[in-house]
Nanobody, 121 residues
Framework: VQLQASGGGLVQAGGSLRLSCTASGRTSSTYALGWFRQAPGKEREFVAAISRSSTTITYADSVKGRFTISRDNAKNTVYLQMNSLKPEDTAVYYC???????????????WGQGTQVTVSS
């Protein structure tokens, strides 16, 4: 599975951004998709995941109520709508794929290149 993310940028606190990630490859249409992030000097952390059928969706507690993950299987694309952004959301965001959301949240088998999100105060 190959993953290509886009949509990062610089935004003021309280603003919004939408990340997109297009998956390609033999199993891209059947796998779960999601996002991790890594802030400077910190370990990578899970952000959100969505199953192939969109029936299972999970979020990190730190983003619940502010971020929304969705996917369009016709386009093999996953989205992360980020609202009410905070400076602590500043990080490199990585698109991730795995066989299901549980595995994705635990490790993520496939990773795309990161996209930088910077939230200014």
């Amino acid at each position: 599975v190959q993953l290509q993310a886009s949509g990062g940028g610089l935004v003021q606190a309280g603003g919004s951004l939408r990340l997109s990630c297009t998956a390609s490859g033999r199993t891209s249409s059947t796998y779960a998709l999601g996002w991790f992030r890594q802030a400077p000097g910190k370990e990578r952390e899970f952000v959100a995941a969505i199953s192939r059928s969109s029936t299972t969706i999970t979020y990190a507690d730190s983003v619940k109520g502010r971020f929304t993950i969705s996917r369009d299987n016709a386009k093999n694309t996953v989205y992360l709508q980020m609202n009410s952004l905070k400076p602590e959301d500043t990080a490199v965001y990585y698109c991730v794929s795995d066989i299901n959301t549980t595995s994705l949240q635990r490790r993520g088998a496939y990773w795309g290149q990161g996209t930088q999100v910077t939230v200014s105060s």
